[in-house]
């Protein structure tokens, strides 16, 4: 038992996916960084005072005064929204506590049937068939109406609707198994038994669901067509420019047309034809390579560093490895090694067909799923338009969330012709698979510059430390082309969002922490990322920016295609007692959070946003939560100047760096709605088109319990209690008397 423990403690060592990945490119170097600040200052208080006057231009919350959502459905302009719930107090209990006068139940838990002929889930590790099963972890997710003849979609049917759910990965304890896994980690080289490996596989991927109103709540239809699971082992299309590249031929497609699978569903966006986008985001600690480097190129060398697939650490799950007799392609793609004597020999090339925003049609369950390209290679968190407009270009955000990474948006070529909010995949293959692909550089002085990742930019073409083939070359080995192009590295960017009462979009960094190359250390401080200090919880101090902080922009002249922007900080998460260099934001005990991620734009109510936190700081205080907030816009608060204290344990000087901070928050215009149960985190929110209903994903409860088996060490039991195994969920939370959720 003891060594069972140990051995569970150091996997998690190991693979923490948020760990697992940092950018150490020597972009944006110490030195630049100073030469920037020094130049720059003049220029900043410039950029202050035009924010200033664009505020008094009445350039805030109600600049637009309606505008056109994704789903063709026109936003009013924010009026005066109020908060109207009591604030829920922080807690370490394990349960899910939400404001008085409000109703929250569980409509999906992880193994839950899909069909009607499938029996109860047992939760003991002993159901095998996960392909007919809500899978595990659950992370982002959409809400789409069903047209009331059950064909198609329509945005504003509350009654029935198709949930897609993303399952970001499986639990590494192993509750899905009885025993917990077998030879499992990275530094395992025994064979694994396939009957975990295809459990595995298939608890990976997205639900799709159809849910019916009943009463106030809804319910799972088990007889619904559209009712499936896509797992890590179904067939997807290579859409875009890299489709047919050299570089994603495999044994599986040699000619570079497909792949199997989708993996790390995190997060998650939608699009103006009703079709579900999803992230893959930690994919890179999945793939075996143990090959000597010197069998690899240069270019391929330096490829799988830049994306964390190295040759000491990497699988993960250790699927490459079954039992001899199932050593077939379906396990053996997740070697990345050069076994073979060329690329459609083996999975060299596996790990390019990865990374992805993927493409699904929830309402048409025999048409292809799609990973499109144009929108760059990384750990995709999700990707979220911007407010769509006839006649102009579509544009979605996306982010790579790993220490020091960046924040991306895509630019379709097409111009959004309305009449394609039916088109289907033939709308993505249109939008999606043909545009310019930015990276974000944020300057000091609160301007901010979108970068094209093309061969175009002589920066990229140019690029000493790789030579790129081709445009393929350049989207599958995006975050080397920012690099080249010379991108402001964050603190982990998790969620975007575009507000849809004034266009301006959200971004949450959720941390940056690490003694060795977190923010502050070897990372260079910038006004975009100002805060380093320590945080004390137990016997344990982490350095860096520990809580996290969500950012903002307005795109210039309110066009989402546009190259410049002005930027300020909405929101620095911090501890309500924390000195204030650290609460920046001058949060109090009603709204206080740490490590924000999921961020959610309601478009019921424009001008409403929901904040979900995934936090490993603050937990000796609090679980995980959700907030509702009312934000302002841009340049609503002030320039200020931050004292970084130097931590004792490490060798920086103390360090002043000035910020742009919007508005302090109080609690009237940010409140905690919901505090999840003991070791979840908060991830995934999707409502109602009447606003009656909320849909919120419990990812992970009990995670750090120390056995798969032994209920006296699970640290969760929720949602079923007693002594039962933890499960992620979807629940549904509505308000007693019928009303709009929050406000
Ligand atoms: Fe899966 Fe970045 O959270
Ligand atoms: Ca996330
Ligand atoms: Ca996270
Ligand atoms: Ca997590």
């Known amino acids: 038992m003891a060594k069972k423990q140990d ?20 972009n944006d170097s110490f030195e630049q960084v ?49 908060l109207s719930f009591n604030s829920v107090a922080k807690s370490i209990a394990d349960t899910l506590t939400v404001p008085e006068g409000y109703t929250a139940k569980v409509l999906l838990a992880t193994g839950d049937p899909l069909k009607s002929n499938v029996t109860a889930y047992k939760n003991n590790g002993t159901d095998d068939d996960f392909d007919v099963r809500v899978g595990d972890h659950h992370d982002a997710m959409q809400y789409f109406g069903l047209s009331q003849n059950g064909k198609g979609w329509d945005p504003n049917n509350s009654d ?56 106030s709540t809804y319910q799972v239809n088990r007889d619904s067509q559209y009712n499936r699971r896509i797992t890590a082992a179904t067939v997807f299309e290579i859409s875009g420019p890299a489709r047919r590249s050299p570089m994603m031929a495999t044994a599986f497609s040699p000619t570079g047309e497909q792949t199997r699978g989708t993996l790390n569903n995190c997060g998650h966006g939608y699009t ?46 250790n699927w490459s490895r079954p039992g001899a007799s199932d050593n077939t392609d379906l396990y053996r793609r997740w070697d990345a090694s050069k076994t073979g004597s060329s690329a459609d020999q083996d999975f060299r090339n596996v790990a390019n067909t990865f990374g992805w925003v993927v493409e699904i049609d929830p309402f048409n369950p025999s048409a292809p799923l799609k990973k499109r390209t144009s929108l760059g290679r990384m750990a995709h968190e999700g990707a979220w338009s911007a407010q769509v407009v006839a006649g102009q270009p579509l544009v979605f955000y996306t982010g790579d969330d790993a220490r020091n990474e960046y924040v991306y948006k895509f630019v379709s070529a097409k111009a959004w012709d309305p009449k394609d909010a039916t088109g289907g995949l033939a709308a993505g293959d ?71 009462a004034n266009g301006e979009v959200y971004f949450t960094l959720t941390n940056n922490v690490s003694s060795s190359n977190g923010r502050g250390v070897t990372t260079p401080l910038n006004a975009a990322n100002p805060r380093y200090y320590a945080e004390v919880k137990g016997d344990k101090t982490t350095q860096g920016n520990v809580n996290g902080h969500i950012i903002r922009w307005r795109e210039t002249g309110n066009n989402a295609a546009a190259t410049t922007f002005d930027w300020d900080v909405y929101l620095f998460g911090a501890q309500a007692d924390a000195g204030a260099d650290v609460n920046l934001s001058g949060l109090t005990d009603e709204n206080d959070f740490s490590s924000p991620d999921g961020i959610w734009f309601s478009e019921v109510m424009p001008g409403l946003l929901w904040i979900q936190t995934d936090d490993g700081y603050y937990t000796d205080k609090t679980n995980c939560m959700m907030l509702a907030a009312l934000p302002g816009s841009v340049g609503d608060g002030e320039s200020k100047m931050v004292a970084n204290k130097a931590v004792p344990t490490n060798t920086n000087a103390d360090q002043t760096v000035k910020t742009h901070v919007g508005q302090a928050a109080s609690p009237t215009v940010l409140r905690r709605f919901l505090v ?23 990812q992970h409860p009990g995670e750090s319990s120390e056995s798969a088996t032994d209920p006296t060490q699970f640290t969760s039991h929720w949602p079923d209690g007693g002594n039962a195994r933890p499960r992620s969920a979807t629940v549904i939370i509505t308000r007693n008397d019928g009303g709009k959720i929050a406000i």
């Not at 200033?52 to 009445?58: I, N």
């Open 34 to 82: 100073l030469a920037r600040a020094r130049m720059g200052r003049r220029g900043f208080l410039k950029g202050s005072s035009s924010l200033a006057a664009a505020s008094m231009l009445g350039m805030g919350l109600a600049f637009l005064a309606d505008s056109v959502n994704q789903k063709g459905q026109v936003a009013k302009a924010a009026s005066n929204l109020n």
């Open 272 to 317: 103006p034809w009703g079709t579900y986008l999803s992230g893959e985001e930690n994919w890179a600690g999945y793939f075996y390579r143990r090959e000597e480097d010197s069998a690899l190129t240069e270019k391929e060398l330096a490829a799988f560093k830049r994306y964390g697939v190295g040759n000491a650490t990497s699988g993960r799950y």
């Open 430 to 500: 249109k939008y999606l698979d043909a545009g310019t692909l930015y990276v974000a550089k944020f300057n000091d002085d609160g301007t901010g510059e979108w970068l094209p990742l093309t061969l175009s930019n002589p920066n990229i073409a140019n690029y000493a430390n790789y030579a790129f083939a081709d445009e393929a070359d350049v989207l599958i080995n995006a975050r080397i082309a920012a690099d080249a192009a010379g991108a402001t590295k964050m603190d982990r960017p998790e969620w975007g969002g575009v507000n849809p």
């Open 676 to 698: 999840g149960p003991r070791d979840c985190e908060v991830t995934g929110i999707t409502e109602s088109p009447d606003g009656k209903a909320i849909f919120v994903n419990i």
């Open 160 to 215: 029935r609707a198709l949930l897609c759910v993303n399952h970001e990965v499986c639990e590494d304890l192993g509750f899905i198994h009885p025993n917990g896994p077998t030879d499992y980690g990275a530094e395992n080289t025994a064979a694994r038994p396939a009957i975990e490996i295809d459990k595995e596989v298939a608890a990976h991927g997205v639900t799709v669901v159809e849910i019916a109103r009943q009463g």
């Open 7 to 26: 051995i569970r403690a150091s996997l998690r060592k190991v693979i923490n996916p948020d760990d697992a990945v940092h950018n150490s490119s020597a």
